[in-house]
């Protein structure tokens, strides 16, 4: 089955160090992205990717890294700079032939820094 | 800056009681509004892309309409499993960047 897989579910860290979560794509598209989703606010956007070796600060990039070597992968680390890093993050992707907002999501990863 | 607000932020209904769901929005130079289903704990899954005003998409017990300035999604008669976080979205000019908004909360009961 096509789809995307986000790696691991459930992830604590301590302060002051970093951590990547994975994102994996099987469905040929082009275009990947990261948002953060905290409780009672909408979702933001970290990084976007709109092809290989290419990516772009989303709304909240400051404390995030990514790195877009493969078509299928989009790691995001996160850093000990990024200030409240607990939260759920999002990984999605979305065919470059089709509208950008119609974004196919994984099933998300939950930081909390202890 | 764009802008997206959804209300009510829940709602809790009986099995078979239907309801709409507002999404206001401000953006520039619309491309696209979209509206999103979320389990707890689960990624959105995409529902709805609505392009121009008068335009009207509908899913099984959903339908979701769109004006210049807001729009509705109709839960008509629901069901337990229409209970979910629905999330309505806007993009602009600016190419992947889409203005979500908190959601709405809907709780169906049997």
């Known amino acids: 089955d096509g789809g995307i897989t986000q790696s691991p579910k459930y992830l604590f860290r301590k302060e002051g160090q970093n951590v990547t979560l994975s994102c994996e794509q099987n469905l040929n598209h082009d275009a990947m992205y990261w948002y953060r989703q905290d409780p009672g606010q909408g979702l933001r956007l970290i990084y976007y990717?709109?092809?290989?070796?290419?990516?772009q600060k989303g709304d909240i990039a400051e404390g995030y890294s990514v790195s877009r070597e493969k078509k299928e992968s989009f790691p995001l680390t996160v850093t000990s700079a990024q200030k409240n890093p607990t939260a759920f993050y999002l990984c999605?992707?979305?065919?470059?032939?089709?509208?950008?907002?119609?974004?196919?999501f994984g099933e998300g990863s939950r930081l909390t820094v202890l | 800056e764009d802008q997206v607000t959804q209300s009510p932020e829940a709602l809790r209904l009986q099995e078979g009681e239907s309801s709409s769901l507002n999404c206001s929005y401000t953006?520039?130079?619309?491309?696209?509004l979209f509206w999103y289903r979320q389990d707890p704990g689960k990624g959105p899954e995409f529902l709805f892309t609505?392009?121009?005003a008068g335009e009207e998409k509908e899913k099984e017990r959903l339908k979701a309409t769109l004006t210049k300035k807001e729009s509705f999604l109709h839960i008509t008669a629901p069901k337990p499993e229409d209970s979910a976080t629905y999330l309505c979205?806007?993009?602009?000019?600016?190419?992947?960047?889409?203005?979500f908004g908190a959601g709405t909360q809907v709780v169906v009961t049997p």
């Open positions: 609505l392009y121009s």
């Open positions: 953006v520039s130079g619309l491309r696209g």
């Open positions: 999605a992707s979305s065919s470059a032939g089709a509208n950008t907002g119609e974004l196919f």
């Open positions: 979205a806007v993009q602009g000019h600016s190419w992947g960047k889409l203005q």
């Open positions: 990717s709109q092809i290989v070796n290419d990516f």
